[in-house]
């Protein structure tokens, strides 16, 4: 539907608040904690709605130096932490919560500026914290995305924090600007900034797979697929997807793997076939050290403290 005054078409559904304006239409579900539907140009972008990662795939200096065993209580939380609560702001007023029957009041003709929804998850951790995640649409289809680590000095160093975007099918190629080559907090002396291309979605082949891929101080990256998941859809036309940072660069990864099939496997010809890209956005990461792989942590400027609040955004756009 196109847009009345260059506005957003807000329907309050009884399960989900529906946005939608020229060429783009979404869908953020009041039960499944987050942005359940993204279409852009007909093409849908996710398979699963985004939700906080707190987790990498094991590294050898992480088994090396016991981390992975000290923090174990992140990969509960990047597999099992909830939304337990949902708020919505139109035109940034706060507005009643519009599940059935408030949102009888609206009628399907509802047109509007800008829509904030806000998600408040708790971790599955113990002790728990919350992490806020709000998303901001505004009449040209832009998101802007930030996230808040509610800091708990209770709980393990973390090894990642971030969101984790799960896409239906693979993607052919992304292109970012940043540091060149995979970089990580502690590995940044050999990136030069600039803007590079990467076919396919690599995975390097250690011998027992594990957290790669990772790109630091990155200004923006462009996803590029070109199947859908749509039996009915032909077309072979490459389609687009990119994330910017809002003010501060973040990191990113872009795999075919989740962190937990990646861990799961012990060896490279136990990962499963690649069916879809795993993108993501990280205000957070651990270093990877490798001072040596036998029981020497992380330098401590390296180390991610979940004592301390953690804020990141980046923007969606099309």
């Known amino acids: 539907m ?15 608040l529906g946005i939608s304006g020229d060429n783009f239409e979404y869908l953020f579900s009041y039960s499944r904690g987050g942005l359940e539907s993204l279409v852009i140009d007909h093409k849908e972008w996710l398979y ?18 016991g981390f992975s065993r000290r923090s174990a209580q992140w990969l509960g939380a990047d597999l099992f932490s909830q939304a337990t609560e949902v708020t919505v702001k139109v035109n940034g007023q706060p507005i009643e919560f ?8 609206y009628s399907n ?17 113990v002790p728990t914290t919350t992490v806020l995640v709000s998303y901001t649409v505004t009449p040209d289809g832009t998101i802007a995305v ?15 924090f971030g969101m984790r975007f799960v896409l239906p099918t693979v993607a052919t190629s992304y292109e970012y600007t ?14 030069r900034h600039g803007t590079y291309r990467i076919d396919g979605l690599p995975v390097t082949k250690y011998l027992v797979p594990q957290d790669c891929g990772v790109h630091m101080k990155t200004d923006s990256v462009t996803i590029t ?26 990191a990113f990864s872009c ?60 923007k969606i756009s099309h």
Do not use: C, M
């Open 178 to 191: 940043g540091l060149s080559e995979e970089t990580y907090p502690d590995r940044l002396a050999g990136g």
């Open 109 to 125: 003709h509802e047109y509007e500026n800008q829509v904030e929804v806000r998600y408040r998850f708790e971790t599955a951790t």
């Open 255 to 314: 795999l075919p793997y989740t962190a937990e099939e990646l861990e799961n496997a012990t060896h490279i010809e136990e990962l499963p076939l690649k069916r879809r890209a795993v993108v993501s956005i990280l205000g957070a990461v651990r270093g990877v050290g490798g001072i040596d792989s036998w029981g020497s942590d992380v330098e401590a400027p390296y180390h991610i403290s979940a004592k301390q609040n953690i804020d990141f955004g980046f």
């Open 48 to 65: 699963r709605e985004p939700k906080p990662t707190f987790w990498r795939a094991t590294t050898d200096n992480d088994r090396g130096n």
């Open 98 to 105: 519009p599940g059935a029957k408030t949102n009888n009041r």
């Open 2 to 16: 196109a847009n009345q005054n260059n506005q957003l078409h807000v329907v309050y559904g009884d399960g989900d």
């Open 146 to 160: 930030r996230v808040h680590f509610e800091g708990n000095a209770a709980l393990p160093e973390l090894p990642v």
């Open 225 to 250: 697929r070109n199947s859908t998941k749509n039996n009915a859809d032909h077309s072979e036309r490459p389609f687009k997807l990119t994330f910017e940072k809002l003010t501060e660069p973040f």
